[in-house]
């Protein structure tokens, strides 16, 4: 497991100062939303959260996406991000909307919430970004071990990524997060179907997996910068490996 330098540029993505450098010099541009905006999850988000759901924002930054679930519906979602400029900025702007919380937090040490506080947590790109940074797989794994203890049994984490299974996989499907996964595969926005195309697969219907949790080999990307949404479950009991009725790859049963 390794750094994702492939995708990655000088910039630490990890660090506070850079994003607090960042949004003091974009406080102009208005608000930004990693890979898809509200209305492409919208989807995947009411198929297995309820509006009730207590939800944890990572990496929250100045995007929109909190502010369209309170529009629809949702009642208590809870953003955090490890710049405080970033954090002060979005109070100000939600003072107002109730549904909305924001705090500044390290991603990578969640101890101010105890176990179990959520009924999801959802991750536009902030594991992306901790790959980019240095020390990267101990990040994602310190972040993932925080993402696990604070879901409820039952919960879910919704990981929204440019990191196709090859890269992610060996992240995420870890035993000891008990979490079984599901994948979604989306084009990203404003992409067009080549003229004469005879695709007919759902984006809405998860991609099957092989055992060891990859694209079957005959799999095509639809569109070659595809976004990947992995639905991982927290599941109650520990789960038997050898058994593959249990199988966190194989295992459809994730709805709500």
Not at 194 to 204: N, Q
């Given at each position: 497991m390794f750094r994702d330098v492939s995708a990655c540029n000088t910039y630490n993505y990890g660090d506070a100062v850079y994003w607090d450098a960042r949004y003091v010099q974009e406080a102009n541009c208005g608000s930004f939303d990693w890979y898809q905006r509200y209305s492409?999850?919208?989807p995947f988000i009411r198929k297995y959260l309820s509006p009730s759901s207590r939800v944890l924002m990572v990496g929250c930054g100045n995007a929109v996406i909190s502010e369209d679930m309170v529009k629809d519906g949702f009642e208590d979602i809870m953003n955090i991000d490890i710049s405080s400029v970033a954090i002060e900025m979005m109070r100000k702007k939600y003072e107002d909307v109730p549904q909305l919380k924001y705090m500044q937090m390290d991603v990578r040490d969640m101890s101010f919430f105890p176990d179990d506080s959520f009924d999801s947590v959802i991750d536009k790109g902030t594991l992306d970004s901790l790959m980019c940074g240095t020390d990267a797989p101990i990040s994602a794994s310190q972040m993932l071990g925080e993402v696990s203890r604070l879901l409820k049994p039952g919960g879910l984490y919704m990981l929204i990524t440019y990191g196709d299974p090859t890269v992610r996989m060996p992240h995420i499907n870890q035993p000891v997060y008990n979490w079984k996964i599901e994948l979604y595969i989306i084009p990203r926005p404003g992409f067009q179907r080549?003229?004469?195309?005879?695709?007919?697969?759902?984006?809405?219907e998860p991609v099957p997996l092989t055992e060891k949790g990859l694209l079957p080999g005959d799999y095509v990307l639809e569109d070659p910068d595809s976004h990947f949404i992995y639905m991982c479950k927290k599941i109650d009991e520990p789960i038997d490996l050898s058994d593959k009725s249990t199988n966190p790859l194989t295992d459809g049963e994730m709805q709500r």
């Open positions: 492409a999850l919208r080549p003229a004469g195309s005879t695709e007919s697969r759902s984006h809405l």
